[in-house]
């Protein structure tokens, strides 16, 4: 009758990842070469990423099989928990039904390790011997410190300025899982070199500690690939095992979302959670609001044009067609430093650009305020960036204690924020500004 977490056994984990490109009305418009501009070809990205994450990137297949070897690390924490947030249902006195897909069960706290599992998987497969890589909060950098940990990597990771000096925990976490961390920018790059020039406090930005790690592995003679943690077609993919559990353990809970909700930086928490479903709704099924949460002090999906851009600050990647701030845009120093990104995922570009999902842009105190009402009621203190989906789904609750109508709203707690305590030490000083 009042169950409250909807769990599924290891043997009902997903064996396969969802391709959402099977299924999109039209198809995406293609890479464009940074120095021809020409689109681009498998071969054009070999200097960065090993042949078989390459052939995902440029997959039409509606399902990719998840490897063994993915799937054992996976069941370390997966199938991870669909929660009903029945107490703060209460608080809010809604009539609405809110659930949470509970992503901060991973060991790096967060939906990040679902995507960098398989890519280290990929490169050892492929005899590669170290990957690079950027992170702006430290999430991605812990998560794909882990992987390569777990399949014999080295990791090297540039994390961004401002995070490397705010969240010194996350660091140390790299540190532990066996990574080496450097503060981007920094002087072992040429990018690095002429942002500082440029520069000298710069803060750094999620481009700029990309165009670094670029550089790195496109400068090794091939011992060592790069990754990326969200944006590209692969990662979305690989997060679709958050919406592929969802909609199992909404059955359980004899459900259906009527609204999905996800915090987007580069689109692959909220497009882990929401493709499964608007896959259903591609295919004829049931239709279903997909409402993507961005901050609104680096409003990509409201404000960003629609248009080819590169995905760094130095344009050593492809141009991708995507909504996007400005491959120099350098958005301020909020706490929700995984959302701090000019770009967005190219397939959430597309579906915003269709009307098959809505965006919405959120101030940061709104968003910290949502997170301690969340964190008083569900006893999870939700990351910065997941902060800005409990405030919408907050007010998507309260919409309907208005309306009366009883929705079903699922949510992306995409992670927790034990390492990002200062944020909120720094709320409730009133030292946060929108
Ligand atoms: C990185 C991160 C995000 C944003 O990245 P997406 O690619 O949009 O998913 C959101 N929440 C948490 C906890 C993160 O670590």
């Known amino acids: 009758m009042s169950q409250t977490k909807f769990l599924l056994s290891e043997d009902r984990l997903p064996t396969t990842w969802y391709n959402v490109v099977a299924d999109l009305p039209k198809p995406l418009e293609p890479m464009?070469?940074?120095?021809?501009?020409?689109?681009?070809?498998?071969?054009?990205?070999?200097?960065?990423?090993?042949?078989?994450?390459?052939?995902?990137?440029?997959?039409?297949?509606?399902?990719?099989?998840?490897?063994?070897?993915?799937?054992?690390?996976?069941?370390?924490?997966?199938?991870?928990?669909?929660v009903r947030a029945r107490r703060l249902e209460k608080a809010l006195d809604t009539p609405a039904r809110i659930y949470f897909k509970n992503e901060g069960v991973s060991p790096a706290g967060s939906h990040k390790p679902n995507t960098a599992i398989p890519q280290a998987y990929y490169n050892k497969q492929a005899g590669v011997e170290r990957l690079t890589t950027e992170t702006g909060a430290g999430q991605w950098g812990s998560s794909l410190a882990l992987a390569c940990q777990y399949f014999g990597l080295v990791c090297e990771v540039y994390m961004v300025k401002v995070s490397y000096q705010q969240k010194p925990y996350r660091r140390g976490l790299m540190e532990t899982f066996g990574a080496s961390v450097t503060a981007s920018p920094s002087e072992l790059t040429a990018a690095g070199r002429a942002a500082l020039a440029a520069d000298p406090n710069s803060p750094g930005s999620l481009g700029l500690a990309?165009?670094?790690?670029?550089?790195?592995?496109?400068?090794?003679?091939?011992?060592?690939?790069?990754?990326?943690?969200?944006?590209?077609?692969?990662?979305?993919?690989?997060?679709?095992?958050?919406?592929?559990?969802?909609?199992?353990?909404?059955?359980?809970?004899?459900?259906?979302?009527?609204?999905?909700?996800?915090?987007?930086?580069?689109?692959?928490?909220?497009?882990?959670?929401?493709?499964?479903?608007?896959?259903?709704?591609?295919?004829g099924g049931r239709k279903v609001r997909a409402i993507a949460v961005e901050p609104a002090s680096c409003p990509t999906l409201t404000e960003g044009k629609f248009e080819y851009d590169f995905g760094d600050t130095a344009g050593l990647t492809p141009l991708t067609k995507m909504h996007t701030l400005g491959h120099d845009f350098v958005p301020p120093s909020i706490h929700a430093g995984g959302l701090r990104y000019h770009g967005m995922s190219p397939i959430i570009s597309a579906l915003k650009d269709l009307d098959y999902l809505?965006?919405?842009?959120?101030?940061?105190?709104?968003?910290?305020?949502?997170?301690?009402?969340?964190?008083?009621?569900e006893g999870i203190v939700p990351a910065p960036e997941s902060t800005h989906a409990v405030r919408v789904a907050i007010d998507e609750a309260l919409a309907c204690k208005e309306s009366g109508e009883a929705k079903s709203i699922v949510f992306s707690l995409s992670g927790h924020g034990h390492f990002d305590m200062q944020a909120y030490i720094d709320y409730f000083a009133g030292k946060l500004k929108d």
């Open 32 to 82: 464009l070469h940074p120095g021809t501009r020409d689109p681009i070809t498998p071969a054009d990205l070999e200097p960065l990423f090993p042949p078989e994450l390459i052939a995902q990137e440029f997959s039409t297949a509606a399902t990719v099989d998840i490897p063994g070897a993915v799937l054992d690390v996976y069941k370390q924490w997966r199938p991870s928990p669909l």
């Open 210 to 283: 990309i165009s670094e790690a670029v550089e790195a592995a496109v400068s090794s003679n091939g011992t060592a690939k790069y990754a990326l943690g969200s944006v590209l077609n692969h990662v979305l993919m690989h997060q679709t095992i958050i919406g592929q559990e969802a909609q199992l353990q909404m059955e359980l809970a004899e459900d259906y979302p009527d609204i999905l909700i996800g915090a987007a930086g580069g689109g692959s928490n909220f497009g882990g959670l929401a493709l499964p479903f608007l896959g259903e709704q591609l295919r």
């Open 358 to 377: 809505e965006a919405r842009a959120v101030p940061q105190t709104a968003c910290f305020e949502a997170g301690v009402t969340f964190a008083r009621h």
